[in-house]
Each structure stands twice: as structure tokens, then as C-alpha cells.
């Protein structure tokens, strides 16, 4: 195949015996960001993933970036272990670095050149490398200039068992850990901005999440519920494919508006969302709920209230943006692509039946007496004989 990249990852690293877990699932997660794009083959060498490819560099890089796990894609030369071979892979790396270089008319070029050997039977030590590389360097590229310090371009050498890889210039990726590494989760996704921030941040710690989201047709219509497919597309980009499970909410709604005090209509229509969200994460094995709710943001999401609510499941809630004020959710959102969707005016259930003065500090209790006037259990049932599950892939 014709272009290689190796591939770097962070806190994967420091897993120690669990680590070959964590880059075989990495590895699947690339394969599966590739797929249908090209030829593409990954494999492993020491504390680093090797992608070989055929697929055009401009958009394997893209595809890769937004693999969460990899913190570095470093297009990069294989070459056999020969100081030949290393030194002219060197000037390579070093030309086509420079070439995207703006510096000042006339200003040299600085560089520095970092090796590393783990293949200890090779006949130069690191220091060695560095000094005989960037010797070479010198005499053969006119204009440059070490600087260890602060270089313009930072060429690699990793001396590995088989091959030599040579390097220079560094995409960022994203870190975090590959998705699926920390089990399952059910993401609780409305139309706003803050539920699919939350769903990335989880995705990030290794979380595989499944979406649900609550629907209360006629009143919520079918745009409404397309900007919420359309969200789910923007994450699956991710991830490459995103479970959402549609729950019928009408009648709860209804209810709860007919039979229940008008101050405690958010906190027990959150109470029943958790209920049928972890109803729904047992089926599929989910551990966990996530909910993109941010502590005093609105009546629902005070300290009282998200005691009130999170009682009626045993289940552990995270709350990635607990802590996070407006403004830092809605730079991630533009940041991860989802904002200019949740921003579409078309309403979701939790903006229906609002009542002029919520309740703020609501108890537990207060919330299970005024649900002593419902069917609770044959209100369930309904919703979720209703429920409607599809697969939202990313978009191609």
C-alpha cells in the first residue's frame, strides 16, 4: 500500500496488562472509521498502532482524528534498519516539512531530530542517532539551523524491531480512550445543545452509547424528530453508528399535566424518563445514564432537584457537564459539529407543559405523593411497547 501513518496514543499506554485490550479495540475502531473508504490494513508494534493505506491521505487523516483513543497521526516512512536508509528518509521528512513552512524571506530553517531505539541490538544508541541524522541533515539540506529548544520542524527516528520510522509533523487527534473500552451507556438526548455534548464527553472515556429520546407526537412533530436523527448522525461520526430508541411520551405528559400539581411537572416528568431510560438499559445492557444536565441551568437541574429525579433509578447517572457553564458547552458543541442542529427551532417534549413557576427544591417525597394520581407502572408500559429503535449511521 502506499502511504503508512504510525499512530500514537496516550493514557492506553498506562494500562499495563490490560493495555493489549485497549489497542485491539482501538485497532477494530480504526478499521471500522475506514471501512469502505479504501484499502487499509492496522496493525501493532510497541506502544504504537501502524495504519497502511492506499486511501487518500487528506481524508484517512480526517477519518482518523475523530477516532477517540488516538492522540497523534503521524504520516510516516517504514524503512528497513539501515543508517542509509534512515538518513534519506530523514532529508525526506525534513523537505516535506519545510515545504509547509511560512517563514520570512531568508530565514533558515530550524530543526532537531529525536530518536528513540527500542530495538536495543541496534548498533547506535539514541544520542547516536540524534548526532548522526542531524549531521547528515546539515550537510545535505542548505539553510538549517538546530535548535533543541523551540525547532520549526522536529524530525522522529524510532528504531523498532523490524523497521525504522521516520517522521516529521504531528495531527492531533482527540485522546481519550476507543470507544466500547468502558462498556455501555444510554445517552438521554434531547434536541438542545447540552445532551450531545455530554454524549461526545462520555464517548471520549471509552463509553459506547445508545440513545434514547422521548417523543410526544403530535405535539413534537417529525422535524423535531429528525433533528435529533441528524444529531445522532453528527455523533456516530464518532463512533460510526448510533442506536436511538424512540419513546412514545404522550400520555405521561398528558397525565402528569392532568393529575399532578403544576410546579412539580418537570421533576416527574424527569422522574419518568429515568424510569423508561432504565428500563431500557437493562434490555440492552447499558450500566449507566448520561444526561447532559449542568448544575442551577435551569429548575430541573438544581442540587434538590437532581436528587428528587435520579431516585427512581439505581442505576449510576453521569452528568458530564455538571460542572460546566453555558458558554464552555456551547463552544464544545461547535467544536464536535453538533451546534448549528441543536440551535433548529423546532421544539422537543421537555419544552411542552411548561408551568409558569417550577419547582426549584423539590423532595423525593413531595414528587412521590403527587405520583401516587398516576398508573405509573401501566403509563410504562404503553411508552415503551410504543418504542421505536433505529440504527443512525454517520454520514458518508
Not at 290 to 304: D, I, K, R
Request: aromatic share 6%; net charge neutral.
Amino acid at each position: 500500500m502506499d502511504n503508512t501513518y504510525l499512530i500514537r496514543y496516550g493514557e492506553i499506554g498506562l494500562k499495563g496488562k490490560n493495555r493489549p485490550l485497549f489497542e485491539r479495540r482501538l485497532m477494530d475502531n480504526i478499521s471500522r472509521a475506514l471501512n469502505g473508504l479504501g484499502r487499509a490494513r492496522v496493525s501493532r508494534v510497541y506502544g504504537r498502532l501502524v495504519v497502511e493505506s492506499d486511501i487518500d491521505s487528506a481524508l484517512l487523516v480526517e477519518s482518523l482524528r475523530k477516532v477517540f483513543g488516538i492522540v497523534w497521526v503521524n504520516p510516516t516512512l517504514r524503512l528497513p534498519l539501515e543508517l542509509e536508509a534512515i538518513y534519506s528518509g530523514a532529508l525526506r521528512a525534513m523537505r516535506d516539512a519545510a515545504a509547509g513552512l511560512r517563514l520570512p524571506p531568508g530565514e533558515p530553517v530550524t530543526f532537531k531530530v529525536e530518536a528513540r531505539r527500542s530495538n536495543k541490538s541496534f548498533p547506535q544508541t539514541s544520542p547516536e542517532l540524534n548526532a548522526l541524522v542531524g549531521g547528515y541533515l546539515l550537510d545535505h539540506y542548505p539553510g538549517l539551523r538546530v535548535d533543541v529548544h523551540n525547532p520549526d520542524v522536529l524530525v522522529r527516528v524510532e528504531i523498532r524491531e523490524k523497521n525504522a520510522f521516520v517522521y516529521a509533523g504531528d495531527v492531533p487527534g482527540i485522546g481519550g480512550l476507543p470507544v466500547g473500552s468502558s462498556g455501555r451507556a444510554l445517552l438521554l438526548l434531547s434536541g438542545g445543545i447540552d445532551s450531545p455534548v455530554a454524549g461526545w464527553m462520555a464517548m471520549k472515556r471509552g463509553i459506547e452509547i445508545e440513545a434514547v429520546h422521548f417523543h410526544s407526537f403530535p405535539f413534537t412533530g417529525e422535524k423535531s424528530l429528525e433533528k435529533v436523527r441528524e444529531l445522532c448522525r453528527l455523533l456516530a461520526g464518532y463512533t460510526a453508528r448510533i442506536r436511538l430508541h424512540v419513546i412514545h411520551f404522550t400520555e405521561i405528559q398528558k397525565e402528569i399535566q392532568l393529575r399532578c400539581p403544576e410546579e412539580l411537572r418537570v421533576t416527574l416528568m424527569r422522574r419518568m424518563m429515568f424510569r423508561l431510560a432504565a428500563k431500557v438499559a437493562g434490555q440492552r445492557g447499558a450500566l449507566a445514564l448520561v444526561t447532559g444536565e449542568c448544575v442551577g441551568q435551569v429548575a430541573s437541574q438544581t442540587l434538590e432537584s437532581l436528587s428528587a429525579i435520579s431516585v427512581v433509578t439505581d442505576l449510576p447517572v453521569l452528568r458530564p457537564l455538571v460542572c460546566m457553564d453555558k458558554e464552555e458547552i456551547i463552544e464544545r458543541a461547535q467544536l464536535i459539529g453538533t451546534f448549528a442542529t441543536s440551535i433548529l427551532p423546532y421544539e422537543d417534549c421537555c419544552t411542552l407543559f411548561l408551568p409558569r413557576h417550577p419547582a426549584t427544591r423539590p423532595t423525593a417525597a413531595e414528587a412521590a405523593r403527587a405520583e401516587e394520581q398516576l398508573a405509573l407502572e401501566e403509563l410504562l408500559s404503553e411508552s415503551l411497547e410504543k418504542t421505536v429503535t433505529e440504527d443512525i449511521k454517520a454520514r458518508g
